[in-house]
């Protein structure tokens, strides 16, 4: 069975950084797009970031370029979010998501962000 | 980016009840349209692509259609199981935008 799981979150101090890891099994990690998608407390989803295959192609949300830089390891089957200078604004529940061109068809169970004082 | 405008923002219905939200694009995005069903505390579950192809496993009652600018996703006979929050989200152009969601109740 696919799985994606996601971990790092945690409590945060504005500026402050973090990184989310977000570990597969099941699949061939190598042969997928990965994208982050995140989720404000009550509020909606927000594509965030993904990735190509081999790492060589990078795209990011506009709010988020600069700050936060997605990586992968495909020898450890693993993708990144390394978030920088964060804001209470990016405060949400972090997804990892296997991508296909048209969509996303398997999600990991999120990661909580809280970035306070 | 392009603006995904869903509606309504919720709804109330009951279980028979055959349900249809609607997901407007700012600009035309072909039929690079998908749907995504979330429950509360839970991941977002993949059910349409393309605008109206079925990803696997999927519920036949369960269907998408539109192109261009306007788009709706139905839901022929309302089952318990899909109480739930919907979006769309449009993967024509980055960045990746998703609707703002309705919740069916």
């Known amino acids: 069975e696919v799985q994606l799981v996601e971990s790092g979150g945690g409590l945060v101090q504005p500026g402050g950084s973090l990184r989310l890891s977000c570990e597969v099994s099941?699949?061939?990690?190598?042969?997928?797009?990965m994208t982050w998608v995140r989720q404000a407390p009550g509020k909606g989803l927000e594509w965030v970031a993904n990735?190509?295959?081999?790492?060589?192609?990078?795209n990011y949300v506009d709010s988020v370029k600069g700050r936060f830089t997605i990586s992968r390891d495909n020898a450890k089957n693993s993708l990144y979010l390394q978030m920088n200078s964060l804001r209470a604004e990016d405060t949400a529940v972090y997804y990892c998501?296997?991508?296909?061109?048209?969509?996303?068809?398997?999600w990991g169970q999120g990661t909580l962000l809280t970035v306070s004082s | 980016a392009i603006q995904m405008t869903q509606s309504p923002s919720s709804l109330s219905a009951s279980v028979g009840d055959r349900v249809t939200i609607t997901c407007r694009a700012s600009?035309?995005?072909?039929?690079?349209l998908g749907w995504y069903q979330q429950k509360p505390g839970k991941a977002p579950k993949f059910l349409v692509y393309?605008?109206?192809s079925l990803q696997s496993g999927v519920p036949s009652r369960f269907s998408g259609s539109g192109s261009g600018t306007d788009f709706t996703l139905t839901i022929s006979s309302l089952q318990p199981e899909d109480f739930a929050t919907y979006y769309c989200?449009?993967?024509?152009?980055?960045?990746?935008?998703f609707g703002g969601g309705t919740k069916v109740e």
């Open positions: 099941e699949f061939t990690f190598s042969r997928y797009w």
């Open positions: 600009q035309g995005i072909r039929s690079d």
């Open positions: 393309a605008a109206s």
């Open positions: 989200l449009q993967y024509n152009n980055y960045p990746l935008t």
């Open positions: 998501a296997r991508t296909l061109t048209y969509g996303f068809d398997y």
């Open positions: 990735i190509k295959e081999d790492g060589t192609e990078k």
